[in-house]
């Protein structure tokens, strides 16, 4: 067996059973600290020009990523933190692969699984994600859920280091829906020690799951419905789309209702002005200027979304160093 995969040039699959479970990056909150921060420090010293594990420490490698709903920067940073690291990629869309016709999540992860040494999916379901990582005999990277972006706060959490310094005792200010993206958020501040202040409108607050978690891990949570009391005296002011890929948390509300319940969460100059004078500005991106940012934030001094979006790459070697590199 072993003799005729390296002949048709197939990938060895004992590697997951040799050493125990797949390494999966499925959710901030699955790791501890020490986990998470080794990441981010392998992203930074990756970012610095060094690698961890020898110039190319992915050759050979090779990632599949699978996408159910669109995406610019989680598409094209994996793709490019893959390469710069030796491996190689497979992007499927979801009308590309039998995905699109009813092929089932698992029998996809046990196939892809003898072809690819990982596999990202961004999804429109958790459930998606959790089918992907039970069948799937590699490691599963989280792309984005309804529940949350871990890539992304990796590289926020990366972009708010460098700008404010350590994560600790700092003060973010979420402001507008409670998505899937402020839930990953909600992951970040119980880990890392920071407070977050959630400003949403009753009808877009973060899932009760969500907050109920961050009870129990006994995180620095405010949550509130007051956009310019949270935004006094933080570090960090964050928003997002108010027409997220996910709207699991509101799921019922129309975009009409939606756009006018966040009308009053809008990060502008009054806002900004609010927080502490060095305060950054962060986004996820795509951003709407007409809607949850004001331009005059978004390209003003104080914003740090271009950084942002550029550290996907960087923290994104760092989870797959986690996965692939080390060990
Ligand atoms: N922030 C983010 O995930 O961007 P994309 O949807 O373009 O991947």
């Known amino acids: ?21 797949p390494r999966h990056f ?45 995406s610019t920067r989680t598409r094209v940073s994996f ?16 009308a590309e692969s039998q995905l699109g016709r009813g092929e089932t999540i698992a029998d996809t992860a046990r196939v892809l699984s003898r072809y690819v040494d990982a596999i990202m999916l961004r999804t429109v379901s958790e459930k998606h994600l959790m089918e992907m990582a039970e069948h799937a005999s590699v490691p599963v990277i989280n792309g984005l859920t309804d529940h949350g972006h871990p890539c992304q706060l990796m590289a926020d959490l990366m972009t708010l280091e460098e700008r404010k310094g350590p994560l600790a005792g700092k003060i973010v200010a979420w402001l507008g829906d409670g998505n899937n993206v402020a839930e990953s958020w909600i992951h970040a501040a119980a880990r890392f020690g920071f407070t977050l ?104 001094p104080q914003s740090a979304v271009w950084d942002e979006a550029e550290n996907r790459v960087h923290a994104q070697k760092g989870i797959l160093h986690w996965c692939l590199a080390q060990g």
């Open 197 to 300: 202040r959630l400003a949403c409108p009753a009808s877009c607050k973060p899932p009760e799951s969500a907050l109920a978690w961050a009870r129990k891990e006994k995180a620095d949570l405010q949550l509130g419905e007051d956009a310019l009391a949270a935004a006094r005296g933080a570090d960090c002011l964050v928003t997002d789309t108010w027409l997220s890929m996910s709207s699991g948390n509101a799921p019922d509300l129309d975009r009409e209702a939606r756009l006018a319940a966040l009308a009053p969460y809008r990060i502008d100059e009054r806002v900004m002005a609010a927080a502490k004078p060095d305060a950054i500005f962060m986004h996820c991106l795509p951003a709407n200027r007409d809607r949850e940012v004001a331009a005059a934030v978004i390209d003003g």
């Open 1 to 21: 067996m072993a003799i005729a995969k390296a002949i048709i040039g197939g990938k060895d699959s004992s590697r997951a059973t040799a050493k125990g479970k």
């Open 79 to 94: 793709e490019v933190a893959m390469r710069q690291m030796g491996g190689d990629v497979v992007i499927l869309g979801q």
């Open 26 to 70: 499925l959710d901030i909150k699955d790791f501890d600290t020490a986990s998470l921060r080794r990441m981010l420090d392998w992203g930074k010293s990756y970012k610095a020009g060094g690698a961890p594990a020898g110039a190319k420490p992915l050759a050979g490698k090779t990632i599949a990523l699978i996408f159910e709903k669109p």
